[in-house]
């Protein structure tokens, strides 16, 4: 089976062995979007085994890329919305709700600054160095 990628569209086509013509004649299956989290039903009813798990493991690698594309935006806009959440943060009224927004927010916070030292861009601390005692 080919999988034909135009735009945001797969298209599905089985070539099959047609003796008369003695090469290949191609069948459209049908076509569903790249976005697509799962095949569909009329379309799942055509495939084979082999071309189910195909079709499912290009669909699984584009969802894979759309995650990457998302955590790379969501890394580059991260400055501008920490600036914004600090803005909204100083404009309310102590409540338990709002306790409980920064326990969360400092945890995820905590979960992405490890994420940066792992990375190799983490904090860097300027140390004191310890004074030498004279006796």
Same mark, same amino acid.
């Given at each position: 089976m080919q999988i034909r990628t135009r735009k945001n569209t797969l298209t599905l086509i089985r070539i099959k062995y047609d003796p008369t013509i003695k090469r290949g004649r191609s069948t459209c299956l049908g #076509? %569903?979007? @790249? #976005?697509a989290e799962s095949i569909p039903p009329e379309l799942d009813a055509k495939l084979t085994d082999r071309e189910r798990?195909? %079709?499912?493991? +290009? %669909?699984?690698?584009?969802r894979a890329e759309r995650e990457l594309q998302l955590q790379e935006i969501a890394a580059r806009m991260l400055p501008l919305t920490i600036h914004r959440a600090a803005l909204w943060y100083e404009r309310q009224q102590r409540s338990t709700e709002l306790a409980r927004l920064a326990q969360t927010s400092r945890d995820r916070f905590s979960e992405l600054l490890a994420a940066m030292v792992r990375a190799? +861009?983490?904090?860097?601390?300027?140390?004191? @160095? @310890? #004074?030498s005692v004279a006796e």
């Open positions: #076509s %569903l979007p @790249k #976005s798990a195909e %079709l499912n493991a +290009v %669909l699984a690698g584009h190799g +861009v983490g904090r860097t601390r300027n140390r004191r @160095k @310890k #004074s």
